[in-house]
DNA sequence: GTCGTTTCTTAACTTAAGTGAACGTTTTGA
DNA sequence: TCAAAACGTTCACTTAAGTTAAGAAACGAC
């Protein structure tokens, strides 16, 4: 199982054995269950998630609704608000599947950085890139109709479609469960025709 | 002028007399009128933007159409996408009005950095910063309908709606511009009634 | 200043999303 | 295992945004 977490780190850097050793002995491997709440509104947790299998999500409850705004599964890594600006979270993440991932606080990283200043860089690198992703998203959502996002995800995140509840993915899109599944008739009787 | 410049740093670090001088030297302002373009679709421009005074704007042409996705003013920094993934640029940057800012490029901050270590601290502060402050715009953008994030506008930055052009402003907030004209003449006859 | 362009607004009509409700299916927990 | 809850789809109706078109106002170039 950790070899998806080496495997994801390798793209920005190259370990060696012993740094690897040192992250085993670390013990930063959480199972969660379906369901579970990693992070409620209000607390203000430490903790950055990286998913090493299964899939987590962020939502917002607004008006005593469910508004999902991102889903992070396999190589996703995920640093709440609250840990960067220190203030209680206006968000909630919880677990979509069971789900095996990663957790760690910004003072392991500091005493892994001190050991390693490799992982410096990497985080650099990361968030660099991370900014960048985020913003092409959000350029492509602000773009985009509802039609037009649903069909983005079906080429870019097709396993979305199946592993996540259609409530939870239409409001990832931006509408009501029954606008999705209109919107979805509505490109199958396109097709057809 | 550059006392704005001096201004935002001094909220991420402190600067010596001799790094103010060190950073005037170097000539890095520009004054740009209204509706140049700064960037251009397809171009691999290496340099980064920080607004004194004025307003510039990010926008992309899709099916003939521009969608306004930022709007950048005073204090505001914008390093394109390209500078950081190193290729072409899917959109467009221009002057809303005319504008002083400030140009830089990786070279001339890595030289900075050579310089005063201090540099790269503060960089990597404002990345931080910058990724937490993206988010939540996303959010907020993603869990609103167009009517509340004219609404949120008008408390959050009210000074773009009057410096702005309405048909940016209208795909800025994710309509067309009669649909902006619709929307305001509707909040206009709630008020009243 | 004037002509032409761009911008903003209004209106009538079309299309798509929101709403409330019903109904069958799946999931879940006691 | 069985009842309750949650979920997904469909429908009829409402509301808001897209589209097309026209006209008024502001702006710019000459």
């Known amino acids: 199982m950790q070899d998806i977490l080496f ?43 990286f998913v090493l299998k299964g899939c987590i999500r962020t939502y917002y409850i607004i008006d005593g609704e469910e508004k999902t705004t991102a889903f992070y599964t396999e190589m996703d890594a995920l640093t709440p608000h609250c840990v960067i600006n220190k203030a209680p979270s206006d968000y909630y993440i919880s677990c979509v599947e069971d789900t095996i991932l990663t957790v760690s606080n910004l003072d ?13 860089i990497m985080c650099r690198k990361m968030s660099e890139e991370l900014l960048a992703k985020h913003q092409i998203d959000f350029d492509g959502f602000k773009t985009s109709s509802p039609e037009q996002r649903y069909l983005n995800l079906l080429q870019s995140r097709p396993d979305l479609l199946q592993r996540v509840p259609q ?14 599944s209109r919107l979805r008739a509505r490109i199958l009787e396109k097709d057809k025709g």
Chains 1, 2 share one sequence.
Request: net charge positive.
């Open 7 to 49: 495997d994801f780190i390798a793209k920005y850097i190259t370990l060696t054995d012993e740094e690897k050793n040192a992250i085993n002995s670390v013990d930063i491997f959480r199972s969660v269950k379906k369901g579970s709440i990693l992070l409620s509104k209000g607390q203000r947790s430490k903790n950055s998630y």
């Open 108 to 120: 392991m990283e500091a005493e892994i950085n001190a050991k390693f200043p490799k992982f410096e």
């Open 167 to 180: 409530h939870q993915l239409a409001s990832y899109l931006g509408i009501k469960p029954q606008s999705l």
